[in-house]
């Protein structure tokens, strides 16, 4: 083994605004919805018309609460729900860490559907959309919890040029897997999100942008859980596979449908509001 890097150490606290303390994780959540709502707000307007650019700014306190409340409660209920059942309080504790994505996706399936449903709007159509935007906070969420030295990688059995010594965890080098996410689950997503939802012959298809999300998340995760080291009140389930790879599982599934779903039906050839 050649020489390993070394974890730096970074303060998990960006900076200070007086008495108020804001954390990477926290910031990687702001910027993410700056960056997003903009972008959000062009693709809704783009042929079929699925909402105004008003609608999208208005989806944004949903969005932010679909993400937190179901973030911690998927986490309290997939990952730690013997210690939060003993614990109630600390279901609160949010700045001790402790979000789930799969939560958080449902939390944001749950808003969509409200606000579609009070504002008159095609949830798939809408929700297509809005899932192309989702990446950019998966990467930079993932940015942070590299900085905050959390969810490390599996020891390396073998020489890697990028191995890293997780000092909070031991001398072994570790895969540095909350890059390997960062760059999967974000960059190569987005990437593909935005190739996809470029062409009018898919946008005219609801529900196969959101199918074409849920499918690639589940794939990139599965994957590099493979790298990535179990959490230890779990560890490895029933035929080595983790938890992260089991609950990747039926959002598989449900993207598959979706984009079965969508092609099984006519495309789209108007608007989906009036202007």
């Not at 935005?194 to 005219?204: G, H």
């Not at 983790?242 to 039926?250: E, K, S, V």
Request: aromatic share 12%.
């Amino acid at each position: 083994m050649t020489h390993p890097l070394v974890f730096p150490g970074m303060d998990p606290i960006a900076f200070h605004l007086g008495p108020l303390v804001v954390r990477w994780y926290a910031l990687a959540y702001i910027v993410a919805f700056i960056i997003a709502l903009p972008l959000a707000r062009r693709l809704v307007r783009l042929g079929p018309k699925v909402a105004s650019r008003v609608a999208v700014d208005d989806f944004l306190v949903y969005a932010v609460l679909g993400v937190l409340l179901g973030g911690r409660l998927g986490y309290v209920l997939f990952y730690r729900p013997l210690f939060f059942l003993s614990h109630p309080l600390e279901i609160l504790a949010t700045w001790k860490g402790g979000m789930s994505f799969h939560g958080g996706a449902a939390g944001v399936i749950i808003a969509l559907a409200l606000f579609t449903w009070r504002r008159g709007l095609n949830f798939l159509a809408f929700a297509d959309r809005i899932v192309v935007v989702v990446p950019i906070g998966l990467a930079l969420g993932r940015c942070a919890n590299f900085i905050n030295g959390e969810l490390w990688g599996r020891p390396v059995a073998s020489a890697v040029p990028w191995a890293m010594i997780f000092p909070a965890v031991g001398p072994e080098p570790r895969h540095p897997s909350e890059l390997y996410e960062a760059l999967t689950e974000g960059v190569l997503l987005l990437v593909v999100m935005l190739l996809a939802v470029s062409r009018p012959a898919l946008r005219a298809r609801a529900g196969f942008l959101s199918g074409l999300f849920l499918l690639g998340y589940a794939c990139a995760r599965a994957f590099c859980e493979l790298f990535r080291q179990p959490d230890d009140n779990i560890g490895f389930l029933a035929g080595g596979i983790t938890m992260g790879q089991l609950l990747c599982l039926p959002m598989a599934l449900a993207g598959i449908g979706l984009m079965v779903h969508a092609f099984s039906r006519p495309a789209r050839q108007t608007d989906w509001i009036a202007e």
